[in-house]
């Protein structure tokens, strides 16, 4: 990982080198002779040095002996202390002003500090250059290169092997995917097909489909079982393949499986002779474990569809090479349910033990480990063999579960399964991997948010700009690959599908975990004895904390800092975090009892996103002004009240979110409050997110400055602020969420100039509105997926039939909307509607909703709605209805509720009062 080091020094010695006002300085600095006065040279001899260090370690393999593991590890830390030199040098020279005029010669008389630490940053420069020179004779010196190769493909085929020689009563929870496939398998259509089974490392990909082929390749004139390694070339494929076809005797007419010398034949020659040995044969062939759809797609016109029902299996971690394959040809294999589990995990950890059964005191803590397996197969098997090996005592199994991390560090036992998950780890491409990593800074069963996630990896400087695309889009392109590989599990998807939340598997994450320190990361958690720290560590998170910490560390290259323990004593951050710690570029406080900020938060000058949500902090101080590298400022409900006029100098801000939440189920009108924002907040040309805002004339007629806008919710809007209102928002052509609150649930939001905005997939509106505005280009039909809220609108009449067009709306609340004592839900209305939300509307007493309406609604919430006695008429049309959630209604409507239950045969959950969870 020490490539992820280098990437990031050579992206901000880029930056410098590229930067105006550093050659400005650097020809300034010259003329009268300094010290500093090659500075520039010396930062391009740097950059070299890097460039061709990063050339070399992508050339050789991970890990490749202890001397060359601590080689990298220098490079590593060297890498990191250049970057933060250059990202000083950047700071000093680029945000200097005096009198007007940027940073000149006569500065350094003026401000003889500035001239002490250029004058530092030069001779630090320059015993960077040393060091890099000793690096090179170090390696050349102590460190051999050895190719291992070999030893890693013989690793990642370990599991392969192991699995053909599984026991069928070790196998669990396979019966159901093993006709899917079996039938695909065995399929009379004469056409060549590609079946492929995908999913994480270890979830028994290998194991189902080794037993499937067991069975199978009898049918078949021909099989042969291949395990691809990413490294592996075309040429390995076709000859594995030709070595371990294996002919069944009564359909060959001459000896079978003779040996073929393949050893001096080129691709050309391979595949010929591969294309004569399946010309007339019906053939099974299993490619195991494809990272890259290019391995297939190089061999796919060797293996030739001779219309005798040939079948080629392959299996991946990755989504990409599942696709590979026909839709109806491609399993996606699933962790096993809890039952199985349990099953799987006491055949092997009480295998001695009558019909496998656990011993009442060990209960608890099986039941411990078989949660943080969370259905991974090999998990399941691995750490069932481990305390098979144990006495079954209680506080022996105790000691076991506490040291679990330790184990899979250490245990020879759980290497399969270590291999296996590092495997997929160290086959990510390099700018995958901090990011993957970085997840492990999170407490263990987090829910990720996608859109948090993506401001910290660009923050943290994982994202590089790709064309067009802002760096918001780039990363979340990381975030699918990460998806598609297996390497972080969808939770939760908004109404069209985009990823909303996301986690990693418990296991995964105890290996990744370990990679972690490697990595300079440290995580601190519960079983957290003893707190170590080194002058090396880059990411620090506090998940709780148990061991003391003293005052005294000293961390100078810390980069992030985050804290989920709200415990963590306010001292102990003031005093190695705010004072030590200059280098920070991620600090994220969010929820912890500190009330104030200090004037030295200033002096963080690469800061570049600072979460200060859930805190008792009221006000920032002056010094936030310092902090121009700033890209995210999140004081969402906290204390603050009024944002100091330094703001408007952050000209990098991206992300501001600074309201109040009053009522967080937005039952009242004044839900939210917004933040007093200085009137230079529209110069900020990047933001892209700004919420909330408090409304005024000035306001509404400089908002349409801000055109890159993507987020934004305006607060207290009167009815004389709308037209000039309409005109800002109508100049934000990427506006995709849109929230606008009038000034009290009385006053007309009129909105019906408002259009251009053809982006727009989330549309808010508290207050009341005319009968007309559904018939404007705000309600236009689009093509994108959208989603609406009308609160306290007080229309006259039922608004489903005007907004009946809207065949793309996904999510719809209506709360206080209307007054009409009816809603009728026609057929063919909202196709595509998934979440349905009905508040506080005291007229209503009847809904209803017909056959072919809503045909994939899965979510009703009915909230307060005083006068509706009765569940929906025709609700059992809605044969894709999980779950409805009725909240303050009438005492019958709760009885008539429960028969839902029977309507849809038990699958929609209905939850009652303040049950609901989601």
């Not at 810390?558 to 200059?582: A, E, G, H, Y």
């Not at 057929?827 to 809503?854: C, D, H, I, Y």
Request: glycine letters at 4%; proline letters at 3%.
């Amino acid at each position: 990982m020490a490539e992820a080091a280098i990437l990031a020094a050579l992206k901000v010695i880029g930056d410098v080198l590229a930067s105006k006002l550093v050659k400005l300085t650097v020809s300034q600095t010259s003329n009268i002779g300094l010290t500093f006065a090659n500075l520039k040279e010396s930062i391009n001899n740097i950059s070299r040095e890097l460039r061709v260090m990063k050339g070399y370690l992508n050339e050789i393999d991970d890990e490749d002996s202890e001397s060359h593991e601590a080689w990298v590890k220098e490079v590593q830390n060297s890498a990191n202390y250049i970057e933060d030199i250059v990202s000083e040098f950047a700071y000093i020279v680029g945000n200097k002003k005096f009198d007007g005029k940027l940073f000149h010669v006569r500065t350094m008389a003026k401000k003889p500090k500035v001239f002490i630490k250029l004058k530092r940053i030069a001779s630090e420069l320059t015993e960077v250059e040393k060091s890099l020179n000793h690096l090179a004779t170090l390696k050349e010196r102590w460190v051999t290169k050895r190719n291992t190769t070999i030893r890693k493909n013989l690793e990642s085929n370990n599991a392969a092997v192991s699995a053909h020689f599984i026991d069928e009563d070790n196998i669990v929870g396979i019966e159901e995917n093993r006709l899917v496939i079996t039938n695909c398998v065995i399929c009379e259509k004469p056409q060549l097909s590609v079946i492929s089974v995908w999913g994480m490392g270890g979830v028994g990909k290998t194991t189902l489909v080794t037993n499937v082929f067991r069975r199978e390749k009898k049918n078949f004139d021909c099989s042969a079982w291949v395990s691809i390694s990413q490294s592996y070339s075309t040429e390995n494929i076709l000859r594995n393949i030709i070595f371990e076809i294996d002919f069944v005797p009564r359909n060959f007419d001459c000896e079978p499986n003779l040996p073929i010398d393949t050893t001096n034949m080129d691709c050309r020659g391979l595949k010929e002779r591969l294309r004569k040995l399946l010309k007339e044969m019906k053939y099974l062939i299993v490619l195991d474990d494809m990272w890259n759809p290019n391995s297939f797609e190089e061999i796919r016109d060797t293996l030739i569809d001779n219309h005798r029902g040939s079948r080629i299996v392959i299996t991946s971690r990755n989504a990409v090479v599942a696709n590979l394959s026909l839709k109806i040809n491609r399993l996606e294999l699933k962790a096993l349910s809890q039952k199985e589990s349990w099953d799987l995990f006491c055949r092997k950890a009480f295998h001695l033990e009558n019909n496998n059964e656990c011993p009442p005191p060990l209960q608890k803590w099986a039941t411990d480990i078989v949660s943080k397996c969370a259905g991974l197969p090999l998990a399941l098997v691995s750490l069932g063999g481990v305390f098979s090996l144990i006495e079954n005592t209680e506080p022996e199994w105790e000691r076991v579960c506490g040291q679990l991390s330790w184990e899979l560090a250490k245990n020879p036992n759980l290497d399969s399964l270590k291999n296996i998950l590092t495997l997929s780890f160290k086959y990510l491409p390099r700018y995958l991997k901090n990011c993957f990593l970085y997840c492990c800074i999170f407490p263990e069963d987090s829910l990720l948010a996608r859109n948090r996630l993506v401001r910290l990896w660009i923050a943290e400087g994982f994202i590089e700009q790709k064309g067009r695309s802002t760096l918001e889009e780039v990363a979340e392109g990381y975030l699918q690959e990460l998806i598609q590989r297996s390497m972080l599990q969808i939770v939760e998807r908004n109404t069209w599908g985009r990823v909303k939340k996301i986690r990693m598997h418990d296991t995964l994450r105890e290996v990744a975990t370990n990679l972690c320190r490697k990595e300079n990361f440290r995580l601190l958690q519960e079983d957290c004895e003893i707190v170590d720290f080194s002058n090396s560590v880059r990411r620090l998170s506090i998940v709780k904390l148990r061991a003391e910490i003293s005052h005294e560390v000293y961390l100078p290259r810390l980069r992030t800092f985050m804290s989920v323990d709200p415990n963590v004593p306010s001292s102990l951050l003031r005093s190695f975090i705010w004072d030590k710690s200059r280098y920070l570029a991620v600090l994220n406080l969010d929820g912890q009892k500190i009330k104030k900020v200090t004037d030295a938060i200033g002096d963080l000058f690469n800061l570049r996103y600072l979460g200060l949500r859930d805190t008792e902090v009221k006000f920032l101080p002056k010094s936030i002004e310092k902090l121009t590298n700033l890209q995210t400022l999140d004081l969402m409900i906290s204390k603050i009240q009024k944002l100091p006029d330094g703001i408007t100098k952050l000209k990098k801000l991206r992300h501001l979110f600074a309201q109040v939440r009053v009522d967080p189920t937005y039952r009242i009108f004044q839900a939210l409050a917004g933040i007093s924002l200085p009137k230079g907040i529209f110069y900020l040309k990047d933001l892209q997110t700004l919420q909330a805002l408090e409304s005024n004339a000035i306001v509404v007629r400089e908002l349409g400055n801000l055109t890159q806008l993507r987020s934004f919710r305006i607060l207290n809007v009167k009815e004389n602020h709308s037209a000039e209102l309409c005109r800002s928002l109508s100049n934000m052509k990427s506006l995709s969420y849109l929230s606008i609150h009038a000034s009290n649930e009385n006053e007309h939001l009129q909105l019906e100039g408002l259009e251009n905005l053809q982006q727009l997939q989330k549309l808010r509106l508290f207050g009341r509105l005319n009968e007309e505005i559904l018939k404007s280009p705000l309600f236009e039909s689009s093509g994108k997926p959208i989603q609406i809220r009308l609160a306290w609108s007080q229309l006259q009449k039922d608004p489903l039939p005007s907004l009946s067009h809207l065949n793309n709306l996904t999510w719809l609340t209506l709360q206080k909307a209307f007054k009409d004592p009816k809603l009728n839900f026609r057929a063919e209305w909202f196709p595509k509607l998934k979440f349905l939300s009905l508040m506080q509307m005291p007229n209503l007493v009847q809904v209803e909703m017909e056959q072919g309406t809503m045909v994939i609604l899965e979510k009703i919430q009915l909230w307060e709605l005083e006068q509706l006695k009765d569940i929906p008429k025709g609700i059992e049309h809605l044969i894709n209805l999980k779950r409805m959630v009725c909240k303050n209604m009438p005492a019958d409507f709760g009885k008539l509720a429960s028969g839902v239950h029977q309507l849809f045969h038990f699958k929609c959950q209905v939850i009652p009062l303040e049950a609901d969870t989601t």
